[in-house]
Nanobody, 124 residues
Framework: QVQLVESGGGLVQAGGSLRLSCAASGRTTSSYAMAWFRQAPGKEREFVAGIHWSGNIPSYADSVKGRFAISRDNAKNTVYLQMNSLKPEDTAVYYC?????????????????WGQGTQVTVSS
């Protein structure tokens, strides 16, 4: 089993930055693809960014390309999401997820483990 715990969410003004962290425990996630999803009120959960188990080959949703950066530290069993130039439409609960697949899946059903989520609110 893998437990994922997100942190780093909060309230920020438009144009600001936040860094989310996702700490894994229970077993190593170094061979798992890791990703961040988000869900805004009344909307479906959507893929934001993902990263291959090697730390290479990041993937991003078009809406966050050039503003967000995903990274991982396998020694610390932690994945990060650096969010810059935040917009009000980035407001959502952000979830960390782990998949046993080698490549980064884009759909939530392909992920085996989920964190409890962290709220990100961007004010205009």
């Amino acid at each position: 089993q893998v437990q994922l715990v997100e942190s780093g969410g909060g309230l920020v003004q438009a144009g600001g930055s936040l860094r989310l962290s996702c700490a894994a425990s229970g077993r190593t996630t170094s061979s798992y693809a890791m990703a961040w999803f988000r869900q805004a009120p009344g909307k479906e959960r959507e893929f934001v960014a993902g990263i291959h188990w090697s730390g290479n080959i990041p993937s991003y949703a078009d809406s966050v390309k050039g503003r967000f950066a995903i990274s991982r530290d396998n020694a610390k069993n932690t994945v990060y999401l650096q969010m810059n130039s935040l917009k009000p439409e980035d407001t959502a609960v952000y979830y960390c997820a782990a998949s046993r697949r080698a490549n980064v899946p884009l759909f939530s059903y392909e992920y085996n483990y989920w964190g409890q989520g962290t709220q990100v609110t961007v004010s205009s």
